[in-house]
């Protein structure tokens, strides 16, 4: 299967709207040991989970923090913005243009059940083929999560794995070594694709830290829509004293930040977040310096109609990407999170080239629903 047909398949699945883990590579560099994995903890990321097994945790987190832009990424270090050492990126109004639409509608959507729903595809872009001579290859997966904010319980599910061709100019390269669909694991990575061992979702609870609190999915309900408000909950620690001194800082003598990380904001997408809070976390992330719109882009990779912003971040080494993170203008529901090469870093200049998309993410489903799954016991009983 290409890469065409995989993404002609996801659209087919998707109704025509009237609209990971942040990252998809690893330290690793060739002749290199494969690094340890690095867990992000800016913003609401879950961190106290109880009542579960470890590896029960690790799926949920994957599933939680893989949100757009920050995102923590699958075998990842976290690409950062890219911003001059002696400067903060600046900010030309253009997001919050494109987005002032996006904010309405998300604003105005229903929340028809306590159940917070979410149904993607994630794909990872890896060099494959003889040292010297590799191509690009999607490690491609089908996930589900459910978030019950009456109950706190969240469920994670992996659906299926798969795989596609990053280009159809690789199929060349492909075709002659043999165009095969297995890739065993390397050093970097894992195989491609990896076989799903048992589907059906694993359920466990979740915490959020925000502002210096652990915050229940129902504690969530409840956050404040003020975009000032959230500005200041959503800043970590190292970005400014608020969560560990409280009360007013300049007044405390402590520095203050005027904004959050888009790490720390982006972060928190894939959150149970109500729908007035939903529109001030997307007016907040419109503001941030460094996020402009995703100028030229009117429809995600799977080809729904969207809208959205974009940011600079850099790769490992001398590479560059642009981070896109795109909505449907109609209802303002997150789409698509994106990850295009500016220039492709040393160890990945063999098989991608600029304007390759190197991670994506398509939201098929985002939404409240009553509907809660079938869950194993984490503990395997």
Do not use: C, K
Not at 56 to 71: E, H, I, N, S, Y
Request: proline share 9%; aromatic share 8%.
């Amino acid at each position: 299967m290409n890469e065409i047909d995989r993404l002609s398949r996801v659209r087919a699945d998707v109704p025509e709207p009237t609209a990971e883990e942040l990252a998809v590579r690893t330290g690793w560099r060739p002749g290199g040991p494969m690094p340890a994995r690095r867990v992000r903890t800016t913003g609401w990321f879950p961190l106290a989970l109880s009542g579960a097994a470890v590896l029960v945790a690790a799926a949920v987190f994957a599933f939680l923090a893989l949100g757009p832009g920050g995102f923590l990424a699958s075998d990842s270090v976290v690409l950062t913005p890219v911003a001059p050492a002696s400067e903060e990126p600046e900010n030309d109004g253009s997001a919050l243009e494109v987005m002032a639409p996006v904010i309405e509608a998300a604003r105005s959507q229903p929340t028809d059940g306590a159940v917070w729903h979410q149904s993607f595809t994630t794909a990872d872009a890896w060099g494959v083929g003889p040292e010297g001579d590799r191509y690009g290859v999607y490690d491609v997966r089908e996930r589900r999560g459910w978030t019950d904010t009456e109950t706190g319980r969240t469920a994670y599910q992996e659906v299926s794995t798969d795989w596609s061709l990053v280009a159809d100019r690789v199929r060349e390269a492909w075709q002659r070594d043999g165009s095969p669909t297995f890739w065993p694991e390397e050093t970097e990575r894992r195989e491609i694709p990896t076989p799903v061992d048992d589907a059906r979702p694993y359920s466990t609870t979740v915490d959020y830290p925000i502002d210096g609190e652990w915050l229940s999915p129902q504690d969530v309900q409840h956050l404040p829509s003020d975009p000032d408000r959230l500005r200041e909950m959503l800043r970590s620690e190292d970005e400014g004293e608020e969560s560990s001194h409280g009360g007013d800082t300049a007044q405390a003598g402590f520095p203050s930040v005027n904004e959050p990380s888009i790490a720390a904001v982006t972060g928190n997408l894939n959150l149970p977040l109500p729908p007035r809070v939903r529109a001030g976390v997307y007016e907040v992330l419109a503001g941030l310096p460094g996020v402009r719109e995703a100028e030229g882009v009117t429809e995600d990779l799977s080809g729904r109609p969207a809208v959205g912003v974009a940011y600079d971040v850099d790769g490992l080494g001398d590479g560059r990407y642009e981070e896109r993170i795109l909505f449907d203008p109609g209802t303002g529901r997150l789409l698509s999170v994106e990850r295009v090469v500016v220039e492709a870093p040393e160890w990945e200049a063999g098989w991608a080239e600029p304007g390759d998309v190197v991670h994506y993410r398509l939201y098929e489903t985002s939404e409240w629903t009553d509907s809660w799954p079938d869950v194993q016991d984490p503990y395997g009983g």
